[in-house]
């Protein structure tokens, strides 16, 4: 069984035919730790390709048949590759005559709100206009029984009958609905939906309507061809490719739209894993399609392919347990069962959005000419130790071009801290766990740094994985 290292590219590499580097490893592909050869091309001759993208920290796979010139390279290898609010108020019954010394009508007894009734807005109980007083002349009956006497004469035996004035009948005074219950209910309902949008953003929320950078950018279609990538013609070129790219000078948006859908690659079919990728495939575009222009280069939109049975395709044998950026194509590929070689992060939510911004990384190297450059430099290259300090630089830098994304994206994708971190641990559980063992791959407390770099900033420059010293890709 392979060691899980980390997912990588597949690319071309040039030495004359039939001929091998004195010391150096033997010819593979690539898919998150394999090996590759380097040797220029004599005149006039073609190079081989490295073939079989190997899983991470494989065996090697023996050499391809030779593939194209010299422009042709950028092509990398892939090294291990969410009724009614109660009823209405009663009409009150009419409140018996008001007598000297009680309380008046509208507070009971006891009652702490004016009227028995919170007022919506006024504290002090309202005399309404036209209502009877709230007291009588002393030695004045009160009212009587509406009805009973409907010429308000009151009858005195042996007396004659005086006439009184009619006092109005006491009215309580109309009770004002109060909207509380409205306005609790509305609040219960967002956090309702709220919680429901939060669950299904996996912790956070996300708001349609609002506008994020480049919005208006069109991200261009899949295609299955593209132009080929940049390649140096000497060292010195190469070098300056490597350690002072003008992709460095460049910033990403702060904050970019990524929208997908809730996701189990654990239960997934092969065509719902390929949907998710390829959405997630459309969101890195979308981020750095305006960041690699502006440095002078061209994007890609890469074609995805699931595979559940080993084969072969541009870049040789396609192992199962694998993913790969292929060079010789630009495009990238994904074994249906990769997720088995994430160990105790086999589970991780994030893990294929996780490894497809790594891959994609690759892609941004090829069309930036910084993995050109790399194989050209190494094209001499008879030490084995050496050679995979140059990989390993390589592959730490897609590390931080991941985090890059995921510091973009995580607002839009409604990422929580929790989540990030689950992202985060996630490429410090996977590399070279064997700190004496060369490997093409960096270590996983390695990865976890360089993931944290991008993840940090906006800066394309902390990425710059070419002018650090060899303990920081260990």
Same mark, same amino acid.
């Given at each position: 069984?392979?060691?899980?290292?980390? @997912?990588?590219?597949?690319a071309?590499?040039?030495?004359?035919?039939?001929t091998?580097?004195?010391?150096?490893?033997?010819?593979?592909?690539?898919?998150?730790?394999?090996?590759?050869?380097?040797?220029?091309?004599?005149p006039?001759?073609?190079h081989p390709?490295f073939?079989?993208?190997? #899983?991470?920290?494989?065996?090697?796979?023996?050499?391809?048949?030779?593939?194209?010139?010299?422009?042709?390279l950028?092509?990398?290898?892939q090294?291990?590759?969410?009724p009614?609010?109660?009823?209405?108020?009663?009409?009150?019954?009419?409140?018996?005559?008001?007598?000297?010394?009680?309380?008046?009508?509208?507070?009971?007894?006891?009652?702490? /709100?004016?009227?028995?009734?919170?007022?919506?807005?006024s =504290?002090?109980?309202?005399?309404? #206009?036209?209502?009877?007083?709230?007291?009588?002349?002393t030695?004045?009956?009160?009212?009587?029984?509406?009805?009973?006497?409907?010429?308000?004469?009151?009858?005195?035996a042996?007396?004659?009958q005086?006439?009184?004035?009619?006092?109005?009948?006491?009215?309580q005074?109309?009770r004002?609905? =109060?909207?509380?219950?409205?306005?609790?209910?509305?609040?219960?309902?967002?956090?309702a939906?709220?919680?429901?949008?939060?669950?299904?953003?996996?912790?956070?929320?996300? &708001?349609?309507t609002?506008?994020?950078e480049?919005?208006?950018?069109?991200?261009p279609?899949?295609?299955?061809?593209?132009?080929d990538?940049?390649?140096?013609?000497?060292e010195?070129?190469?070098?300056?490719?490597?350690?002072?790219?003008?992709?460095?000078?460049?910033?990403?948006?702060?904050s970019?739209r990524?929208? !997908? &859908?809730?996701?189990?690659?654990?239960?997934?079919?092969?065509?719902?894993?390929?949907?998710?990728?390829?959405?997630?495939?459309?969101?890195?575009?979308? @981020?750095?399609?305006?960041?690699?222009?502006?440095?002078?280069?061209t994007?890609t939109?890469?074609?995805?392919t699931?595979?559940s049975?080993?084969?072969q395709?541009?870049?040789?044998?396609? #192992?199962m347990?694998?993913?790969?950026?292929?060079?010789?194509?630009?495009? @990238? /590929?994904?074994?249906?069962?990769m997720?088995? !070689?994430?160990?105790?992060?086999?589970?991780?939510?994030?893990?294929?959005?996780?490894?497809?911004a790594?891959?994609f990384?690759? *892609?941004?190297?090829g069309?930036?000419?910084?993995?050109p450059?790399?194989?050209?430099? !190494?094209e001499?290259?008879? *030490?084995?130790?050496?050679?995979y300090?140059?990989?390993?630089?390589?592959?730490?830098q897609?590390?931080?071009?991941?985090g890059?994304?995921?510091?973009?994206?995580?607002?839009?994708?409604?990422?929580?801290?929790?989540?990030?971190?689950?992202?985060?641990?996630?490429?410090?559980?996977?590399?070279n766990?064997?700190?004496?063992r060369? *490997?093409?791959?960096?270590?996983p407390?390695t990865?976890?740094?360089?993931?944290?770099?991008?993840?940090?900033?906006?800066?394309v420059?902390?990425?710059?994985?070419?002018?650090?010293?060899?303990e920081?890709?260990?």
């Open positions: 069984m392979s060691n899980p290292e980390g @997912l990588d590219d597949l071309t590499r040039r030495r004359a035919p039939g091998q580097s004195p010391g150096a490893p033997k010819p593979a592909g690539s898919g998150f730790g394999t090996q590759s050869q380097w040797r220029k091309p004599a006039g001759t073609r390709q073939t079989a993208p190997q #899983p991470w920290g494989s065996q090697p796979a023996a050499p391809a048949q030779p593939v194209g010139t010299a422009a042709q950028g092509q990398q290898p090294f291990g590759q969410q009614q609010f109660g009823q209405p108020p009663q009409q009150a019954a009419p409140r018996p005559a008001q007598q000297p010394g009680q309380q008046p009508f509208g507070r009971p007894q006891g009652s702490p /709100y004016p009227g028995g009734q919170p007022a919506p807005y =504290s002090q109980f309202q005399q309404q #206009p036209g209502a009877w007083p709230q007291q009588y002349p030695g004045r009956p009160g009212p009587y029984a509406q009805g009973q006497y409907p010429q308000g004469q009151y009858p005195q042996g007396y004659p005086q006439p009184y004035p009619q006092y109005p009948s006491p009215q005074p109309p004002q609905k =109060s909207l509380m219950p409205v306005v609790l209910v509305c609040i219960v309902a967002v956090v939906v709220l919680a429901v949008v939060s669950q299904l953003n996996g912790g956070g929320t996300t &708001d349609p609002k506008r994020y480049n919005d208006d950018y069109q991200v279609p899949a295609a299955g061809h593209h132009p990538a940049p390649a140096p013609t000497s010195s070129q190469a070098m300056g490719w490597l350690e002072r790219n003008p992709i460095y000078e460049q910033n990403i948006a702060k970019v990524c929208e !997908l &859908d809730d996701f189990d690659h654990t239960s997934a079919t092969a065509d719902q894993k390929k949907v998710q990728l390829e959405k997630t495939l459309e969101c890195l575009v979308r @981020l750095w399609g305006p960041t690699v222009e502006a440095a002078g280069f994007i939109h890469p074609t995805v699931m595979y049975t080993e084969t395709g541009a870049c040789g044998k396609m #192992p347990r694998n993913a790969f950026y292929c060079g010789n194509d630009q495009n @990238l /590929y994904f074994a249906t069962d997720h088995t !070689l994430f160990g105790p992060k086999s589970n991780d939510p994030w893990a294929y959005e996780a490894v497809m790594h891959e990384g690759h *892609s941004l190297q069309r930036t000419g910084i993995i450059a790399r194989n050209y430099v !190494l001499d290259e008879t *030490s084995k130790e050496v050679a300090l140059w990989v390993r630089r390589n592959e730490a897609a590390d931080c071009l991941a890059l994304f995921f510091n973009s994206v995580q607002e839009s994708m409604g990422l929580t801290p929790e989540d990030v971190q689950s992202i985060q641990d996630f490429y410090g559980q996977i590399g766990k064997d700190p004496n060369i *490997s093409t791959h960096p270590q407390q990865r976890y740094a360089w993931f944290q770099k991008g993840m940090t900033d906006t800066s420059g902390v990425c710059n994985s070419y002018v650090v010293t060899a920081e890709v260990k």
